[in-house]
């Protein structure tokens, strides 16, 4: 049976000793994009990857590469991803004041612009971009670390979200990332999450059979 949602893994929970083996287990396991958590120890208490590791992996699969900028000062990174081959490109409305600046220029670069916001942030500072952005990324928890627990109060941003999708004829599609896992999975979808994002439970199995 088909799932009625995108399913975006996120390598932060892969085997960074192999991670083209990971890539290939995405597509194995029906992942519709691949979900990159980029981190530079200062917007998030935690440091990952950056373009030169992204651009090892990205002939090694033809699945959208969902790019998750958790930094200060994102306008820095939008080229070296776009140069990449990249489709998605999300910063945090909360590192960035002029936003729809930014959201241009992903646009310029030909990908697809996300804002996500972090839980203490409320949906109402995303009201200017909403009508431009193509994704919306609801952190479920807060961002820096896998593993964490699913904050249930963030799923009500998501049907926020929805509604004013529908009433006023928006496009984004809205995304959570966090704490999914076998028992949250239900609740997120109920929610009106299109993609999810999950990292820790994918890469343990415990998605298997949604």
Known sequence: M??????????????FSNLAESIALIERKGGDLVHIDIMDGHFVPNLTIGPIVIESIR????????VHLMVD??????????????EYITFHIEACVHAHRLVSRIHELGCRAGVSLVPSTPVSALEELLPIVD???VMSVNPGFGGQKLIPSCLDKVRELK?????RGFSYIV?????VNSETLPLVLDAGTDLV???????SGVLEGF
Do not use: H, W
Request: charged content about 20%; some cysteine; hydrophobic content about 40%.
């Open 73 to 86: 000062n994102p306008a820095d990174y939008l080229e070296p991803f776009a140069k990449i081959g990249c």
């Open 175 to 179: 995304s959570v990332d966090g704490g």
């Open 59 to 66: 002939s090694k699969t033809k699945l959208p590469f969902d």
């Open 2 to 15: 088909s799932k009625s949602y995108l399913l975006a893994p996120s390598i932060l929970s892969a085997d």
């Open 197 to 203: 994002v999950s990292g820790s439970a994918f890469f």
């Open 163 to 167: 509604k004013i999708q529908r009433n």
């Open 135 to 137: 994704m919306v990324l």
